[in-house]
């Protein structure tokens, strides 16, 4: 913000004293006063949430009701638009006039605490149990609305089934090309507004990706939105974990996905979980570093609670979710992690304190080979060698690139972030320690390659866990999870 300027009701101006980052009136006035101000868009410029941090594309920009206002106690706020005729503006919040350019707000909460999608962008309107749902589509992904209107409204109504309701108020999804790099995704969550930044496309090989990043930010808006923590760094693995999880199965039983990668997920996500799970317990203060970790153990308990309620009782996951939703969606309840664990052992009639203890608050790996009956797969353990990569030799890479001579392949990721050049490579190497075992996305001939590697002075020897369908009549419990018809 710069240019800040306060007007009294005769519309004389005031002295203001900046003090961090407020401002205090000095001189006397009469109310009302008016404010005038101009606001930056570079946010992305610098280390903030950038999940949710406005932007600019070449059709639209996206603003945060916190970034274009002030804090307040006021209700019953009125906003109007001034904007060129031809373009539009997506919010959550209510209007009345047309075009609408006005719109009714009814707290300081609910108007800083939303996303606001102003310019050519594309609308779509969706109405499910009375819960209307505006989609704002912008750029490559306008000719493909179809695809995407058809994921937002049937995984809407599956998770309203899963959470038995729609949490309250009109809600905005915001559907953008992601442009920080060839491959990735971003995405976020303020109340009643989801927004995804990706590059992948609904159909074609990187449909997985894209269906997975729309249905998780979708789940949020009841996991994250309505259902808080009490305490939120030491719940990430549920906030983020479940979310994962139920985004998976969603995406298998609205058929999006198939029940092979689903495994295919779920193999992957226990490897990287198991190489973490000796240094780091699913509550250790949440860091980006431990990112995957935290999503993949929260991702691995709600599948292995799913299927212990199940195996205990004719309860299972879902019914969990429901209890959640309608007890914390009550105005200022926050859920601990013990009130999970009730709520689990109510619904099976059996403890879950020394499961909790070990794999939650514990550094004890999940049990995946006892569970292998239930979903329905063999496991494999062999051991394999992880290449190392030197920090000098990656240091000295051309700036510009990210290219590793003894490998002949284009570094496209690590773990989950982005990297086009030197800086970006260091940056989030500096996040890692020596001897961490960490993903790595390739680009190798055109196609794309992950694999494990450390960055330390020798090579490291794992142990890889495959996971095999055994050919079967009978039905599974990931079978009835995943509602596989045989």
């Not at 900046?18 to 410029?45: A, C, D, M, T």
């Not at 403890?351 to 569970?371: D, R």
């Amino acid at each position: 913000m710069q240019n800040l300027k306060i007007m009294d009701a005769e519309g004389s101006k005031l002295q203001l004293i900046r003090q961090e980052n407020k401002w205090q009136i000095v001189s006397p006035f009469k109310n009302p006063i008016s404010f005038e101000y101009e606001v930056v868009l570079g946010h992305r410029e610098f280390e903030c949430d950038l999940d949710t941090s406005p932007y600019l594309k070449p059709d639209c920009i996206l603003w945060t009701g916190r970034a274009l206002f002030f804090e307040n106690r006021a209700k019953n706020i009125e906003v109007l638009f001034h904007i060129p005729q031809n373009w539009k503006i997506s919010t959550p919040w209510i209007s009345n006039s047309s075009p609408k350019k006005i719109f009714f707000v009814k707290n300081n909460s609910e108007l800083n605490q939303s996303l606001i999608v102003i310019g050519l962008h594309l609308e779509k309107q969706l109405k499910i149990k009375n819960t209307e749902i505006l989609i704002a589509i912008g750029g490559k992904y306008k000719q493909l609305q179809e695809q995407i209107v058809n994921i937002i409204h049937k995984g809407f109504v599956e998770f309203s089934n899963i959470f038995g309701g729609i949490p309250l108020g009109k809600k905005l999804i915001v559907i953008n090309p992601y442009e920080l790099g060839k491959y990735g995704f971003q995405g976020g969550v303020l109340n009643n507004s989801a927004s995804v930044l990706t590059s992948y496309y609904p159909d074609g090989i990187n449909s997985f990706w894209f269906t997975r990043v729309v249905l998780h930010e979708i789940c949020h808006l009841w996991n994250g939105s309505v259902i808080r923590a009490k305490y939120h760094r030491r719940c990430t693995w549920f906030l983020e974990g479940f979310t994962d999880y139920y985004t998976l199965v969603v995406a298998k039983r609205l058929n999006f996905i198939n029940k092979q990668q689903f495994l295919t997920f779920l193999e992957y996500a226990f490897n990287h979980y198991h190489l973490k799970i000796q240094k780091h317990s699913l509550v250790d203060n949440f860091q980006r570093r431990n990112r995957r970790f935290v999503y993949h153990g929260g991702f691995l308990v709600a599948l292995f609670l799913d299927i212990r309620i199940r195996l205990e009782s004719k309860k299972n996951l879902d019914n969990l979710m429901k209890i959640m939703f309608h007890t914390y969606r009550r105005k200022g309840y926050r859920y601990r992690i013990r009130d999970i664990m009730e709520i689990a052992e109510h619904l099976s009639s059996k403890k879950f304190n020394v499961f909790f203890k070990k794999y939650i608050y514990g550094k004890h790996a999940l049990p995946l080979q006892t569970y292998a009956p239930q979903l329905g797969v063999k496991i494999y353990k062999e051991e394999i060698t992880l290449p190392y990569f030197s920090l000098k030799s990656i240091v000295n890479i051309p700036e510009g690139i990210a290219f590793k001579e003894d490998i002949k392949s284009l570094i496209i990721k690590i773990n989950s972030t982005v990297v086009t050049s030197k800086k970006d490579i260091v940056k989030e190497l500096s996040k890692n320690s020596l001897e961490d075992k960490e993903l790595l996305f390739f680009l190798k001939e055109g196609k794309q390659i992950t694999q494990y590697a450390t960055f330390s002075n020798s090579n490291t020897k794992v142990i890889y866990y495959s996971l095999k369908p055994i050919i079967t009549k009978k039905i599974t419990i990931l079978d009835k999870i995943l509602r596989e018809k045989r």
